[in-house]
């Protein structure tokens, strides 16, 4: 299973009810520092979910961190992060 989907497929079922979005932008990044062979290595992902409500910024990068730290032993280098509860 790619990367992709295993990140997104963590994240939806952690988070009861998110919509989730990953794209794979490490061709951009071919020859950076974290790049790897495999090249999947750095993703935009947007989550929208209900979990993130009244959570601030630091709390919501800090779950979505959490629940794809085994995956930062598989090769993941960079996320950039958009995470919004419903309504934002």
């Known amino acids: 299973m790619r990367m992709a989907d295993r990140i997104r497929a963590r994240l939806e079922s ?20 974290g790049a790897n062979e495999a090249g999947e290595s750095h993703f935009n992902v947007r989550v929208r979910a209900p979990a993130f409500a009244g959570q601030g910024r630091v709390a919501r990068h800090r779950l979505v961190n959490g629940l794809l730290a085994d995956e930062f032993g598989k090769g993941l280098h960079a996320l950039q992060l958009t995470l919004l509860a419903p309504g934002e």
Do not use: F, K, N, W
């Open 14 to 33: 952690a988070l009861d009810g998110a919509e989730v979005t990953v794209i794979d932008d490490s061709a951009r990044h071919a020859g950076h520092a």
